[in-house]
């Protein structure tokens, strides 16, 4: 099945900096990818998704880059600000699947020093 | 509209004891997952449900836990003789459909079994 690996575990900032966290995927017919951002004790919340019919997607701040060739995905935050601080949860799906169930990295925790 | 809300918000119980959790999807989703979240860790699938189609329910980790829903509304997730082991937050997700897959979660249950 498909297994999803997430790079840094633990990431500390300084608050205007760049924040860049990477994922890895085994299983190449996945093709959805939405990144979550958890906060301490409140439930996950989508910042952004890339389909695997695109490169790259930004929002803001917040940008996507997906290398399907090499299996990899990453988010990048930049102007990082303390609020910025949280776990944040990449994930893969592949609607070939009975269920469109997200198989989740491990997380990472991103600390914005002020 | 309402987002996903889930039921008890905690639970303390006695290893051993059954307990049942609840999920309140958003109305008109008609997708619904199951994930666990252990301290410290990423999430894993437990359970999805798509309308009236058999549920995959390939995530369980074993016959003591199961999980019902009646056509696209309330899901209950029941653990049997609980275990420590079992001791997580549950969270609930819910999608428009299969094809919409973006998944938005519940604030969860945090379960503690002593």
């Known amino acids: 099945g498909e297994n999803v690996e997430q790079h840094p575990s633990t990431l500390s900032v300084q608050e205007g900096d760049s924040a860049v966290i990477k994922c890895t995927y085994s299983?190449?017919?996945?093709?959805?990818f939405p990144w979550y951002k958890q906060e301490l004790g409140k439930r996950p919340q989508l910042i952004i998704d890339i389909r695997s019919n695109v490169g790259e997607k930004k929002d803001q701040r917040i940008a996507v880059t997906l290398n399907k060739t090499a299996k990899h995905f990453s988010l990048h935050i930049t102007e990082t600000q303390p609020e910025d601080s949280a776990v944040y949860f990449c994930?893969?799906?592949?609607?070939?699947?009975?269920?469109?169930?997200?198989?989740f990295g491990s997380g990472t925790r991103l600390l914005v020093r002020p | 509209g309402a987002g996903v809300s889930q039921s008890p918000s905690n639970k303390v119980t006695e290893k051993g004891k059954d307990v049942e959790l609840r999920c309140d999807p958003i109305s008109g989703h008609t997708a619904l997952y199951w994930y666990r979240q252990r301290l410290g860790q990423g999430l894993e699938f437990l359970i999805y449900f798509q309308g009236n189609s058999a549920p995959d329910k390939s995530g369980l980790p074993s016959d003591r836990f199961s999980a019902e829903r009646t056509g696209e509304s309330v899901s209950t997730l029941t653990i049997q003789r609980t275990q420590q082991e079992d001791s997580a937050v549950y969270l609930c997700?819910?999608?428009?459909?299969?094809?919409?897959?973006?998944?938005?979660f519940g604030p969860g249950t945090r379960l503690l079994v002593l």
């Open positions: 994930a893969a799906s592949k609607p070939m699947d009975s269920s469109y169930k997200l198989i």
């Open positions: 299983d190449s017919a996945s093709n959805y």
């Open positions: 997700a819910s999608s428009r459909d299969r094809g919409g897959e973006t998944q938005y």
